[in-house]
């Protein structure tokens, strides 16, 4: 079963608008990740938040994480139209090895 | 990232095939994952190992296996394909003991399968 679940599925913006992309999970975490898909393409990762931190900058990218709420948010300020790209979510379970469990993604558009 | 290299990129095959898919690295990690992706599903994690001698099923095991013939090559196999393993391939690495890469995983640019 996944652990993260990603809201919105797809996101459809406007080039120069943010997009904030949240995901849920189930369980106790040792950390989270960001991860981007161009189509077709492996995953690249963005960002990692540990579960003691609450967030955490790089360059357009900001991400929270409310480990009581088990949810944590991408933001990404700015967009242009080559951050159109899947984004996956990916916890690592606390006591769970260096096993990540990814969340279904979010789909992001941004036009011109 | 070429750091991680699949092979081959596309394939299709019939049922019932006995399918090989492999994975090279240069990037020196120790730990090394295969995934498949579905529409919808996100990622799966089929297998993985942490070095050399040692080899875990994943979520979805059922239907493949793995070799790790080195330190830089993991191989998946499907031993008689069906047509619901048709899906995205993705080989991952990561060396979580190296200073400041934690749990990151960098990914290979995937194997499209088709079962027919």
């Known amino acids: 079963s996944q652990q993260g679940e990603e809201d919105p599925q797809a996101l459809s913006i406007q080039e120069g608008e943010n997009a904030t992309m949240n995901c849920s999970y189930k369980t106790s975490i040792n950390n989270l990740q960001w991860y981007r898909q161009n189509s077709g393409r492996g995953l690249v990762h963005l960002i990692l938040?540990?579960?003691?931190?609450r967030e955490k900058h790089s360059g357009r990218l900001r991400v929270t994480l409310d480990t009581s709420k088990k949810s944590s948010s991408l933001l990404i300020t700015a967009s242009r139209a080559a951050d159109t790209a899947s984004y996956f979510c990916?916890?690592?379970?606390?006591?769970?090895?260096?096993?990540?469990?990814f969340g279904t993604g979010t789909q992001l558009k941004v036009e011109l | 990232d070429a750091d991680v290299t699949q092979t081959p990129r596309n394939r299709i095959t019939k049922t019932g095939k006995r399918i090989m898919l492999e994975c090279s690295q240069t990037k020196g990690h120790d730990r090394m994952y295969w995934y498949r992706q579905d529409p919808g599903l996100g990622l799966r994690l089929i297998y993985y190992?942490?070095?050399?001698?040692?080899?875990n099923k994943g979520e979805i095991s059922d239907g493949y296996s793995v070799s790790r013939q080195a330190q830089a090559k993991f191989s998946l196999s499907l031993e008689s394909a069906i047509p619901n393993q048709t899906a995205l391939y993705f080989c991952a690495t990561s060396a979580p003991r190296l200073a400041g890469s934690a749990d990151t995983q960098y990914f290979g640019p995937g194997t499209r399968l088709t079962v027919l």
């Open positions: 190992s942490f070095d050399v001698k040692d080899i």
């Open positions: 938040i540990r579960s003691n931190e």
């Open positions: 990916a916890t690592r379970p606390t006591g769970g090895g260096n096993k990540l469990t």
